[in-house]
């Protein structure tokens, strides 16, 4: 099992940058595809963006495609997603999550892929 901890959240103005972090333990997390889901109140999580293990792959939701990018350090046992011209819709609970999975990241988009999950953290984008 992997503990995951996010931070970095906060209250930004449209157009400004955050920068997410999770920090995990556990000896598998270098093994495990990552991914950042978000969820605002009375709706299912969404994905959000997914890394291959390796670093070698990333796929994005299309809503934040060009916008946001995923990153891993595996030295430090963290992943991290750089958000970048924020949207007032981009406000939300963030999770990063570790999958089971192996296989093409392009199909671990729901989060039931995803067996490890963080506590959340908020992030508020005033318009």
């Known amino acids: 099992q992997v503990q995951l901890v996010e931070s970095g959240g906060g209250l930004v103005q449209a157009g400004g940058s955050l920068r997410l972090s999770c920090a995990a333990s556990g000896r598998t997390f270098s093994s495990r595809a990552m991914g950042w889901f978000r969820q605002t109140p009375g709706k299912e999580r969404e994905f959000v963006a997914v890394?291959?293990?390796?670093?070698?792959?990333?796929y994005y939701a299309d809503s934040v495609k060009g916008r946001f990018t995923i990153s891993r350090d595996n030295a430090k046992n963290t992943v991290y997603l750089q958000m970048n011209s924020l949207k007032p819709e981009d406000t939300a609970v963030y999770y990063c999550?570790?999958?089971?999975?192996?296989?093409?990241?392009?199909?671990?988009?729901?989060?039931?892929?995803?067996?490890?999950w963080g506590q959340g953290t908020q992030v508020t984008v005033s318009s």
């Open positions: 999550a570790a999958s089971v999975r192996t296989g093409p990241i392009a199909t671990m988009t729901s989060s039931k892929s995803f067996s490890s």
């Open positions: 890394i291959s293990w390796s670093s070698g792959s990333t």
